[in-house]
């Protein structure tokens, strides 16, 4: 399973930014999917979580209000809409996929496969 993100830059803060992940290698639906960001000198750590059928969603609180995670199992790929960014949301951002929705989905040590990430930078 490869999974490739797409979509960082620099962003004003108050700016909008969508970030993009294609999955290939296998079929995406029945697995849930991740959006994790790291910065600089800090763990990674969860930021949304979406079900294969896109019925239950999961935001860290940071995301909730401004983060909109979504899929397209046809197109096998994975968004996450930003809104209001802060310079606190400047990170690394990782799509991943969970071993199985029933897991502690805020977990890196659940999952089983990332993407190499890319960049987003919130600065005037």
């Known amino acids: 399973v490869q999974l490739e993100e797409s979509g960082g830059g620099l962003v004003q803060p108050g700016g909008s930014l969508t970030l993009s992940c294609h999955i290939s290698?296998?079929?995406?639906?029945?697995?849930?999917l991740t959006w994790f960001r790291q910065a600089p000198g800090k763990e990674r750590e969860f930021v949304a979580a979406?079900?294969?059928?896109?019925?239950?969603?999961e935001y860290a609180d940071f995301a909730k209000g401004r983060f909109t995670i979504s899929r397209d199992n046809a197109k096998s790929t994975l968004s996450l809409q930003m809104n209001t960014l802060e310079p606190e949301d400047t990170a690394t951002y990782y799509c991943?996929?969970?071993?199985?929705?029933?897991?502690?989905?805020?977990?890196?040590?659940?999952?089983?496969?990332w993407g190499h990430g890319t960049q987003v930078t919130v600065s005037s």
């Open positions: 991943a996929r969970l071993r199985t929705w029933y897991t502690d989905r805020s977990s890196p040590k659940s999952i089983d496969f």
């Open positions: 290698g296998r079929p995406i639906s029945g697995t849930g």
């Open positions: 979406i079900s294969w059928s896109s019925t239950n969603v």
